[in-house]
Antibody
Framework: QLQVQESGPGLVKPSETLTLTCTVS??????????WGWIRQPPGKGLEWIGS???????YHNPSLKSRVTLSVDTSKKQFSLQVRSLTAADTAVYFC?????????????WGQGTLVTVSS | QSALTQPPSASGSPGQSVTISCTGT?????????VSWYQQFPGKAPKLLIY???KRPSGVPDRFSGSKSGNTASLTISGLQAEDEAQYYC???????????FGGGTKLTVL
């Protein structure tokens, strides 16, 4: 049974960089055609796709966040990661990692439980 | 890339049918049959209900169905049950490297 689990800080300061890691268990991170992605949800608001990565390293980004976001994958550790730079309060959200069944339209069966990240001094 | 447009709320009585719309543009919903629908309960991760406009993942009741006309996709829930009270989101492929854009969400209330 595939599981994905987010880890990282719950509180970060404005202007700093957030790094979140998602650990995959129960299946290979190399399984295709799956993509591994990040989706966030500000408190009380809707979902926003941040970006997705294929195990081979190909990345896709939400254009509105692309300049501040780095995605990476470490197949040896069965992990993929998200970095968001120059944080502001608007980046406060629950961050979900997930496995997309395939990339187009982001059909996503497997989600992490989500981790709340608060940007505050 | 703008978010897809969903009504903020919808409601229906048990046993009735309710339809939630998701309006995009000719660059996303209207161009591609890659529309997904999700159900989300408070504090939980979303659950995939529909993918590729009309397909249901294994385990999703056939009370949930999807359709599309032009730039608008729709989710219909028939035989409404109290347990269907939740937030519903649509998403669509938007072309090129924009793998997905979400709707703003619809809060469904079962009266």
């Amino acid at each position: 049974q595939l599981q994905v689990q987010e880890s990282g800080p719950g509180l970060v300061k404005p202007s700093e960089t957030l790094t979140l890691t998602c650990t995959v268990s129960g299946d290979s991170i190399r399984s295709g055609p799956y993509y591994w992605g990040w989706i966030r949800q500000p408190p009380g608001k809707g979902l926003e796709w941040i970006g997705s990565v294929y195990y081979g390293g190909t990345t896709y980004h939400n254009p509105s966040l692309k300049s501040r976001v780095t995605l990476s994958v470490d197949t040896s550790k069965k992990q993929f990661s998200l970095q968001v730079r120059s944080l502001t309060a608007a980046d406060t959200a629950v961050y979900f990692c997930a496995r997309h069944d395939y990339p187009y339209g982001l059909p996503t069966t497997h989600w992490g439980q989500g981790t709340l990240v608060t940007v505050s001094s | 890339q703008s978010a897809l447009t969903q009504p903020p709320s919808a409601s229906g009585s048990p046993g009735q049918s309710v339809t939630i719309s998701c309006t995009g543009t000719s660059s996303d919903v209207g161009r591609y049959n890659f529309v997904s629908w999700y159900q989300q309960f408070p504090g939980k991760a979303p659950k995939l209900l529909i993918y590729e406009v009309t397909k249901r993942p294994s385990g999703v009741p056939d009370r949930f169905s999807g359709s599309k006309s032009g730039n608008t996709a729709s989710l219909t829930i028939s035989g409404l049950q109290a347990e269907d009270e939740a937030q519903y989101y649509c998403s669509s492929y938007a072309g090129g490297s924009i793998l997905g854009v979400f709707g703003g969400g619809t809060k469904l209330t079962v009266l």
